[in-house]
């Protein structure tokens, strides 16, 4: 009867020791990787962030950088969106000012840059053609950098990749429709 119960007594502490080593198997294995995904170091050097905006803020905007990148342009102007881009400008005239407006369709094109679409101008009540108001604007207006008038082809071009912003963090536009005030940009800010 001793032998039974030694016996017993040897098979139950190798069972309890078999178990107690396929739980300390168990606990020194890392966990599974489910859902859980390892992270990698961005492989470009930004990182993207995505804005959606309205025609009242971007009115701000491009305000506030006007005033900043053409402080001593020698003529007054002002851009404004509406259902489309409109210029507001001052023309001199002999010893007067003539009032000027033109009005453009905007397009935001795959690369991220935007087109400006001439659409109709005025100048006081004069009609003067719109490929010599174009080169007059682009020959006497301070243009910020990336702001690129083509007379010939009645638009303007704005390259966003040369707009300058701070911390060298670029824009690009993905829609531009100002009907809708649908309006959305990708920030690609730097990381390096």
Do not use: C
Not at 15 to 23: P, S
Not at 40 to 64: C, E, G, R
Not at 97 to 105: H, S
Not at 127 to 145: A, R, T
């Amino acid at each position: 009867m001793k032998n039974k119960w030694k016996s017993g007594f040897i098979l139950l502490l190798g069972i309890n020791l078999l178990i107690i080593a396929v739980l300390l198997v168990f606990i020194s294995l890392p966990p599974k990787d489910e859902g859980t995904k390892k992270f990698t170091a961005p492989k470009k050097d930004f990182v993207s962030f995505y804005v959606k905006s309205n025609k009242q803020d971007i009115n701000k905007l491009i305000k506030y950088y006007i005033q900043k990148e053409t402080p001593d342009s020698p003529i007054n102007y002002q851009i404004n969106l509406d259902d489309e881009v409109e210029l507001y400008g001052l023309l001199p005239f002999f010893n007067d000012e003539l009032k000027m407006k033109l009005t453009f369709e905007p397009e935001a094109l795959d690369n991220g840059d935007l087109v400006l679409k001439q659409k109709s101008i005025s100048l006081g009540r004069l009609h003067l053609p719109v490929p010599y108001v174009l080169k007059f604007i682009s020959e006497n207006y301070k243009l910020p950098k990336g702001v690129d008038i083509q007379p010939n082809k009645r638009l303007v071009y704005i390259s966003m990749q040369q707009v300058k912003l701070k911390s060298d963090t670029k824009v690009k536009v993905n829609t531009f429709n100002l009907k809708k005030d649908d309006i959305s940009f990708t920030l690609l800010v730097p990381v390096k």
